[in-house]
């Protein structure tokens, strides 16, 4: 037990030792130290993001009233793994919803953001509703 505090105290003076040499190690007197550093010239800086626009916020599709006799698609935007979220989204809407036609459609492009205006077109005449895996 005494070896030990008597590693804990050397141990101390070592770490007093080496906090409180530090400004000698920079090798900066005092006087040095407390000099003021020369003026740096004052400049003006803008904020580049700017003010974003307001959004236009927009109302979603009305409800549909039933499922019976009308068109789903099921549209897959081509992330990693959400086809197998949709088919099996299918298989439950298969076996709950018997009356509804489901399809299920790759939507062309790549990712998210791009367009494919075909299938845009043909949903709008076909589609009575429309689930989309987006992916994250």
């Known amino acids: 037990m005494m070896k030990w505090k008597r590693s804990a105290a050397v141990l101390a003076v070592l770490c007093l030792g080496l906090f409180c040499g530090y400004p000698m190690v920079n090798a900066q007197t005092p ?12 400049i003006t800086v803008l904020n580049p ?21 009308k068109t789903i698609y099921f549209v897959n ?3 990693l793994g959400s086809d197998n979220v949709l088919y099996e989204m299918m298989d439950w809407f298969k076996a709950n919803y018997p009356k509804t036609n489901l399809v299920y459609k790759r939507k062309g492009g790549m990712g998210f953001a791009a367009e494919d205006p ?15 895996g987006l992916g994250h």
Do not use: C, F, N
């Not at 993001?49 to 006799?69: E, F, H, Y």
């Open 31 to 42: 006087a040095k130290a407390k000099k003021a550093a020369p003026a740096e010239p004052k």
């Open 49 to 69: 993001l700017g003010t974003p626009p307001p959004i236009k916020l927009k109302t979603m599709a009305p409800r549909l009233d039933s499922l019976d006799g």
């Open 77 to 79: 935007d081509g992330y």
């Open 118 to 132: 075909a299938l845009w077109e043909e949903m709008h005449q076909k589609a009575d509703g429309m689930v989309i």
